[in-house]
């Protein structure tokens, strides 16, 4: 059994049940303070629907103790297909705390409790995969994009762990597939990175504190992951292309996967290149800490 499907073993004694208490609590607090208004700004099509779950991230970030280093800048352009690898749960808290774009998540994700319901609330476009819907699903997908919605796009299908990109799945990339220069869609590569915890390189030992993936159980991860202390995350925005720069959905699968790879690689190695190199990267700087 590979180390992908069996997972790897975590020291549970680097995590402190107390501050995991505390932070839990403080999640659900603010959990429970803001959804009442998200569930009313999306009934009433408000701007508040689109603020609130920035906002809403950002603050939880704030109480796990993320330090999230971007590199790169976002795509201005509305709508944009954002393509990112998928290491955690907590990649939604990264990403959402850094862009104005709903996600795009397996079914399956709609019935986890509380975070099923937040998912909703941020308008998550929810697709199976395999399904006989699949035209139905791209459909939802693309007129979503019509109507001006950036979204986010985890192509691997599922969460790996932290070392490695899965090859990305193609299917997905149909939505753009068909687009002409008159009406291209914007597609920006995003590799993310948890590269430190208190200071501390995560390497193969400490990586599956923060990566899910395998067989691991989701409720004593989360507990043992919001135990500990302050993790350092690399987010980095790959230089934008346009869907009519390529041939194919698996053209564009392969410039995302190899895009992706390379930002992941460079972030492990603690490399960056200086703005104007060939991936169109700027300096770093700090999101938020």
Known sequence: MSVLQSGHPIDNR????????IRLAAYLTLTSLLLPFQALAVLTRTRASKVTPLLYHRLC????????????????VDPTLFVSNHVSYMDITVLGSLLDASFIAK????????FGQLAKLNRTVFVQRRSPRAAEQRDEISGRLTN???LILFPEGTSADGLHVLPFKSALFSVAEHRGKSNPLTIQPVSIS??????IPLGRCLLPHFAWYGEMTMVPHLFTLVGLGRVTINVTFHESALSHEFHSRKEMAKYCHRMVSAGTSRSRQGHRKRAGH????SQSRPAFS
């Open 61 to 76: 970030a704030q109480i796990f103790g993320f330090r999230i280093r971007v590199h790169g800048r976002p795509s201005a």
């Open 14 to 21: 680097l995590s402190s049940p107390i501050r995991a208490t």
């Open 278 to 281: 060939e991936d169109g990267l």
């Open 107 to 114: 079914a399956e994700v709609s019935k986890w409790p509380l």
């Open 194 to 199: 948890y590269t430190h915890l208190d200071g």
């Open 148 to 150: 001006g919605d950036s």
